[in-house]
T-cell receptor, first 115, second 107 residues
Framework: EAGVAQSPRYKIIEKRQSVAFWCNPI?????LYWYQQILGQGPKLLIQ????????DSQLPKDRFSAERLKGVDSTLKIQPAKLEDSAVYLC?????????????FGPGTRLTVL | GIQVEQSPPDLILQEGANSTLRCNFS?????LQWFHQNPWGQLINLFYIPSGTKQNGRLSATTVATERYSLLYISSSQTTDSGVYFC?????????FGAGTTVTVRA
C-alpha cells in the first residue's frame, strides 16, 4: 500500500515570496491533516480536512496561510507572503476517518527555508 | 489544551542496552500513538495504543489510560534506533505531540 506522498521535499525561498506544498493521502483515507514542525519541537496541527470540508483550522495563520482539498483527495497548502519564522518542516498526514480512534500516517514532509 | 510531557528529553545508550521512555498526559484521550522520527525527518508509526500493551520485535509499549501515562520500551538497542521518539495523544479529534525524547545509540 502506498504511503502519504508529498512534494517538493525541500524548498528555499526569500521572505515575502509565496510557496505551495502538495499532498496525496493514502488511498481511501477520508481525513487529511497539515502539520508544522519547527526545529526541536513536536509537530503542530495547522488544518484538518474531512473529505473536502475543513474540520479544524484554528491554528492556521489565515492572514498568510491557505489550504484546500478539492475533490476530497489531494491537498495543497500555500504560504503568501512567507516570513522568516515560517521556516519549518510541513508534514501531511491522513487517517481512515474522523472518529478519533484512527491511526494517523505521515508523509516524508517538505522542509522549507525562508531567507 | 491537553499537556503532553515526555521524559527524559535526551537519552544516550550503548548498543545492546535497554531503555524506557515515558509519556504523561493531562486529560483523557481517545487515541495515543508513538512515532520514531528518523534523521531524514520521516515520522514512522511505532504503536497505536490508546490502552493496553503491544509488542513489535524489540519494541513494546504500555498505556495506562486511567493513570494518564504511556511507556515505550526499547530492548537490545541498535544504532538504527537513534532518532527522536514522539508520543502523540488525541483527546478531541486532533493529535497533540509531546516535545520528544532524543535517543542516541552508540556502537
Amino acid at each position: 500500500e502506498a504511503g502519504v506522498a508529498q512534494s517538493p521535499r525541500y524548498k528555499i525561498i526569500e521572505k515575502r515570496q509565496s510557496v505551495a506544498f502538495w499532498c496525496n493521502p493514502i488511498s481511501g483515507h477520508a481525513t487529511l491533516y497539515w502539520y508544522q514542525q519547527i526545529l526541536g519541537q513536536g509537530p503542530k496541527l495547522l488544518i484538518q480536512f474531512q473529505n473536502n470540508g475543513v474540520v479544524d483550522d484554528s491554528q492556521l495563520p489565515k492572514d498568510r496561510f491557505s489550504a484546500e482539498r478539492l475533490k476530497g483527495v489531494d491537498s495543497t497548502l500555500k504560504i503568501q507572503p512567507a516570513k522568516l519564522e515560517d521556516s519549518a518542516v510541513y508534514l501531511c498526514a491522513s487517517s481512515l476517518s474522523r472518529e478519533g480512534r484512527d491511526e494517523q500516517f505521515f508523509g516524508p514532509g517538505t522542509r522549507l527555508t525562508v531567507l | 489544551g491537553i499537556q503532553v510531557e515526555q521524559s527524559p528529553p535526551d537519552l544516550i545508550l550503548q548498543e545492546g542496552a535497554n531503555s524506557t521512555l515515558r509519556c504523561n498526559f493531562s486529560d483523557s484521550v481517545n487515541n495515543l500513538q508513538w512515532f520514531h522520527q528518523n534523521p531524514w525527518g520521516q515520522l514512522i508509526n511505532l504503536f497505536y495504543i490508546p490502552s493496553g500493551t503491544k509488542q513489535n520485535g524489540r519494541l513494546s509499549a504500555t498505556t495506562v489510560a486511567t493513570e494518564r501515562y504511556s511507556l515505550l520500551y526499547i530492548s537490545s538497542s541498535q544504532t538504527t534506533d537513534s532518532g527522536v521518539y514522539f508520543c502523540a495523544v488525541e483527546p478531541d479529534y486532533k493529535l497533540s505531540f509531546g516535545a520528544g525524547t532524543t535517543v542516541t545509540v552508540r556502537a
